[in-house]
C-alpha cells in the first residue's frame, strides 16, 4: 500500500509563489515516475510535470519555465516549486506516483492541496 500526501497549497496574490510537497509513505519501492496534476472546476484533471527517478524533468507548456519540480529521494518527497502565479493556475493539484512491475501498472494518487491564485 502507497500512501502519498500533498501540502503547501493555499491562496496567493497574481506573481506569487508557492511550493507543494508530496510526502509518500508505504510500500514506496519502484514508485518511478512521479508526478503533479491539477483540476481546475469544471475542467478536466491535466498533467503538470513530471520527475523520474534519475531525475529527468517534463513540464506541460503552460507552466514551462515557471514551475519546477524536485525530489528528495532521502526524504520520498516530491517537490513542485510554482512561481509567477497566474489566476489560471487555481486548481486543486494532485501527485501521482506510478509502479511498473512484472507488466502489471498501478498508479496512487495524493488527496490533493488546493492553490488558489487571486488577480
Known amino acids: 500500500h502507497v500512501q502519498l500526501v500533498e501540502s503547501g497549497g493555499g491562496l496567493v496574490q497574481a506573481g506569487g509563489s508557492l511550493r507543494l510537497s508530496c510526502a509518500a509513505s508505504?510500500?514506496?519501492?519502484?514508485?518511478?515516475?512521479m508526478a503533479w496534476y491539477r483540476q481546475a472546476p469544471g475542467k478536466q484533471r491535466e498533467w503538470v510535470a513530471v520527475?523520474?527517478?534519475?531525475?529527468?524533468?517534463n513540464y506541460a507548456d503552460s507552466v514551462k519555465g515557471r514551475f519546477t519540480i524536485s525530489s528528495d529521494n532521502a526524504k520520498n518527497t516530491v517537490f513542485l516549486q510554482m512561481n509567477s502565479l497566474k489566476p489560471e493556475d487555481t486548481a486543486v493539484y494532485y501527485c501521482k506516483g506510478r509502479r511498473s512491475v512484472g507488466g502489471y501498472t498501478s498508479d496512487y494518487w495524493g488527496q490533493g492541496t488546493q492553490v488558489t491564485v487571486s488577480s
Open positions: 508505504g510500500s514506496i519501492f519502484s514508485i518511478t515516475p
Open positions: 520527475i523520474t527517478s534519475g531525475g529527468s524533468t
